[in-house]
């Protein structure tokens, strides 16, 4: 007899970001994010309407058994690290930063499970006290970490965009080595920011060949806790390693969502 047929998913809160089109609001999530949370983590997707602020990010959170802040086209607002603005021409959204940030801190201390990507990723570092480059490729030793472009700067296919970039490399003997089962792989790349001081409550987890932290987990946290500076949620099913890290975190998840049911 099959006993598992009528466990609950496992439910992951993601955060929406603010997009204006033709003069009307919006608040979006790419499909990309939620594609492989539900076919690879196994979990239901619970969307949170940054824009009406951090009221409700308790309550939200009491529905979630894992959190997944994913990437978007703003940046974090720098005032939140203790930096001046330099990149103007560039879109923020601050209602998203309070929101993440708040999201990030409360599932750390509740034993969430955790999960970001690119942008989601240096909030989980700015969430702690870490800072941020905000031109990384202006900045000595860095390599140019953000997508390719064409000859005259246009943009080029998606695939091109998120294919293979640069190498990262893991650090030996973590559980994200483990888990991988690899010493260095190729990722795709798409930002221009990155880690400048990491938290103190961060461990990096593999590095780019410039020396950028490309990975991390909480130090200190019983849960799973993973921030990714690429983007596996891109084309999963035609990755391992991404299809291990969604799964990974949706075990994780569910292991979450059981303990929570049998209380």
Same mark, same amino acid.
């Given at each position: 007899? +099959?006993? +598992?047929? /009528?466990? &609950?998913? =496992?439910?992951?809160?993601?955060?929406?970001?603010?997009?204006?089109?033709?003069?009307?609001?919006?608040?979006?999530?790419?499909?990309?994010?939620?594609?492989?949370?539900? &076919?690879?983590?196994?979990?239901?997707?619970?969307?949170?309407?940054?824009?009406?602020?951090?009221?409700?990010?308790?309550?939200?959170?009491?529905?979630?058994?894992?959190?997944?802040?994913?990437?978007?086209?703003? +940046?974090?607002?720098?005032?939140?690290? !203790?930096?001046?603005?330099?990149?103007?021409?560039?879109?923020?959204?601050?209602?998203?930063?309070?929101?993440? $940030?708040?999201?990030?801190?409360?599932?750390?201390?509740?034993?969430?499970?955790?999960?970001?990507?690119? &942008?989601?990723?240096?909030?989980?570092?700015?969430?702690?006290?870490? #800072?941020?480059?905000?031109?990384?490729?202006?900045?000595? !030793?860095?390599?140019?970490?953000?997508?390719?472009?064409?000859?005259?700067?246009?943009?080029?296919?998606?695939?091109?965009?998120?294919?293979? +970039? /640069?190498?990262?490399?893991?650090?030996?003997?973590?559980?994200?080595?483990?888990?991988?089962?690899?010493?260095?792989?190729?990722?795709?790349?798409? /930002?221009?920011?990155?880690?400048?001081?990491?938290?103190?409550?961060?461990?990096?987890?593999?590095?780019?060949? #410039?020396?950028? $932290?490309?990975?991390?987990?909480?130090?200190?946290? =019983?849960?799973?806790?993973? !921030? $990714?500076?690429?983007? =596996?949620?891109?084309?999963?099913?035609?990755?391992?390693?991404?299809?291990?890290?969604?799964?990974?975190? !949706?075990?994780?998840?569910?292991?979450?969502?059981?303990?929570?049911?049998? &209380?």
């Amino acid at each position: 007899m +099959n006993t +598992n047929k /009528h466990k &609950r998913k =496992p439910v992951v809160l993601m955060t929406s970001g603010a997009k204006v089109y033709g003069g009307v609001e919006y608040q979006q999530l790419g499909k990309k994010y939620i594609d492989p949370v539900v &076919r690879f983590s196994g979990c239901i997707p619970l969307i949170y309407p940054t824009a009406y602020g951090v009221d409700d990010v308790e309550q939200y959170l009491s529905m979630a058994d894992g959190i997944f802040v994913s990437g978007a086209s703003s +940046n974090i607002d720098p005032l939140l690290y !203790g930096q001046y603005l330099e990149t103007p021409e560039l879109p923020q959204d601050r209602d998203r930063d309070d929101v993440d $940030v708040e999201i990030i801190r409360m599932a750390l201390a509740k034993g969430v499970p955790i999960l970001g990507v690119c &942008r989601g990723f240096q909030e989980m570092n700015v969430a702690f006290g870490g #800072d941020l480059y905000q031109v990384l490729h202006e900045t000595p !030793g860095f390599m140019d970490h953000r997508e390719p472009k064409g000859p005259n700067g246009e943009e080029l296919d998606l695939d091109t965009q998120y294919g293979p +970039n /640069h190498s990262v490399k893991l650090v030996a003997d973590t559980w994200f080595s483990e888990l991988l089962e690899k010493d260095e792989f190729m990722v795709n790349s798409l /930002h221009g920011q990155g880690i400048k001081t990491l938290a103190p409550e961060l461990k990096a987890l593999a590095h780019a060949p #410039d020396g950028l $932290v490309e990975a991390v987990t909480f130090s200190d946290a =019983p849960q799973f806790t993973l !921030g $990714v500076q690429w983007h =596996p949620e891109w084309k999963t099913w035609q990755n391992p390693l991404s299809i291990k890290i969604f799964a990974a975190f !949706g075990a994780a998840c569910q292991t979450y969502a059981d303990a929570r049911d049998a &209380r």
